[in-house]
């Protein structure tokens, strides 16, 4: 079956990262092969200028937004000197502007709960957004996903594991369960002694995947995975329980979808973030992309194991804060933001990134904090600075340790 030529208007929340890249190189590839036209709306970046002057001239955007509200100058001259005269805006209220611009499809790769206000002006007009960032829902998931049915917002699922179930349930009824798979990171095979010395360097080095700093640790911790389990049971409406997660250290088999018939379908490809950003732009459609096919005979061999609950203990809290909901989810997010950039900082060690996280969730739970759902952002706001704060003082006492 041949795929029609479309045309969409896109925006990138996060273009200058490496969602941000992958996110231009299938526009790129798209308008080259013919496949679509694509007008880029709107860019941002957090704070780096040149990077985000280089998307917005690679894609043509009509609007670049910088995080950093002190960059608003360097922003216009670095677009000056480059000839590029569109719009350019600096500072929480143009991140919301990028949001809210008319594009059909918004790809959501700002890292962390920063990405929340932005992404939100995007769902609220009730077009397509394609989500990357996996922060949002873990700490506001009921109220995004109340805004897109308000809106009728599609969300589309671009971590590779939700994407991979979303393209196995088209078409289908009767979930049992759903697996998600881990390559367990840089750290699968270490003993604890040499996981407490691990460097940031070390913890960012993921075999499989090039990706963010932020997200390659959560990766090395395995706070990623348990990220990601949030995430599906909000996107898929399944409870703690039906979420499983089997480590795979190829990164083939993206996510796996059990039905009541006792069959499973499987979502399969090398490990290229092009392909379900690519899926979530064409969406009900394909594109056709040039990226590395499966060869599975080379391959020989895909292995499972269980994840190994002492040595990563992150997944554990982020499975008992997806069960004791409420605002645990929430804590358990700006908990870990706070840890993972203080031990990026070589402020803590690696083994203290889930220590800190779960000081925070005990004493959450120690203050009744988290037995409610916070029933709008503001309280959303109010909980992440909570946590944050509470956060920072348990890395401050293993530093001082
Ligand atoms: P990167 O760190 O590579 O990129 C993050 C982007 O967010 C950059 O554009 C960065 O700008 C911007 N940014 C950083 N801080 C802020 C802020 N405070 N306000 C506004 N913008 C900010 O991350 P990734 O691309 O790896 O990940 C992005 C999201 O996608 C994460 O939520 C991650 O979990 C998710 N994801 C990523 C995958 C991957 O393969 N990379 C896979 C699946 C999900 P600047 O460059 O200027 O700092």
């Not at 041949?2 to 990138?12: D, G, H, L, N």
């Not at 001239?57 to 960059?71: K, S």
């Not at 499975?319 to 989810?329: C, I, K, L, N, Y």
Request: charged letters at 20%; aromatic letters at 4%.
């Amino acid at each position: 079956m041949t795929a029609q030529r479309f045309a969409r208007s896109v925006s990138i929340l996060g273009a200058t990262g490496s969602i941000g890249a992958s996110t231009a190189a299938v526009i790129a590839e798209a308008r080259a092969t013919g496949q679509a036209d694509i007008v880029v709306e709107a860019v941002t970046g957090g704070s780096n200028v040149g990077a985000l002057v280089d998307q917005a001239a690679a894609l043509g955007a009509r609007f670049a937004a910088i995080a950093d509200p002190a960059l608003a100058g360097d922003l216009k001259d670095a677009c000056a000197a480059r000839g590029l005269s569109i719009e350019t805006g600096a500072g929480p209220a143009a991140l919301i502007e990028a949001g809210a611009r008319p594009a059909e499809w918004v790809m959501s790769a700002i890292v962390g709960a920063a990405a929340l206000d932005p992404t939100l002006a995007a769902v609220r007009r009730g077009v397509a957004v394609a989500l990357a960032n996996k922060e949002c829902l873990v700490c506001a998931g009921d109220l995004v996903l109340a805004e897109a049915s308000k809106s009728g917002a599609r969300l589309l699922p671009v971590d590779s594991e939700h994407n991979a179930i979303f393209q196995c349930l088209q078409g289908q009824t009767r979930v049992e369960t759903l697996t998600l798979t881990a390559s367990g990171g840089p750290f699968r095979t270490w003993s604890l002694d040499r996981m407490a010395a691990a460097t940031p360097d070390q913890a960012c080095a993921h075999p499989k995947w090039s990706m963010g700093r932020k997200i390659s640790v959560d990766s090395a911790t395995l706070m990623n995975k348990g990220l990601e389990l949030i995430e599906a049971g909000r996107l898929f409406g399944l409870p703690e329980h039906r979420i499983d997660v089997v480590v795979h250290p190829q990164s083939i088999i993206h996510s796996l979808v059990t039905f009541e018939d006792g069959s499973v379908l499987a979502q399969l490809s090398e490990p290229d973030m092009r392909v379900p950003i690519a899926y979530a732009l064409a969406w009900p459609d394909r594109l056709g992309l040039s990226t590395r096919r499966l060869d599975l005979a080379a391959l020989a061999q895909l292995t499972f194991e269980r994840p190994d609950m002492e040595r990563f203990p992150a997944l554990a809290l982020a499975r008992e804060a997806f069960r004791m909901g409420g605002a645990a989810p929430a804590v358990l997010n700006a908990a870990n933001e706070v840890a993972v950039d203080a031990f990026l900082n070589r402020q803590i060690s690696f083994l203290d990134v889930a220590g800190v996280v779960s000081e925070a969730l005990e004493r959450a739970g120690g203050l009744d904090l988290i037995s409610k759902s916070p029933s709008s952002f503001d309280e959303v706001a109010a909980i992440d600075a909570w946590g944050r704060a509470e956060a920072r003082r348990a890395a401050d006492r293993r530093r001082a340790a």
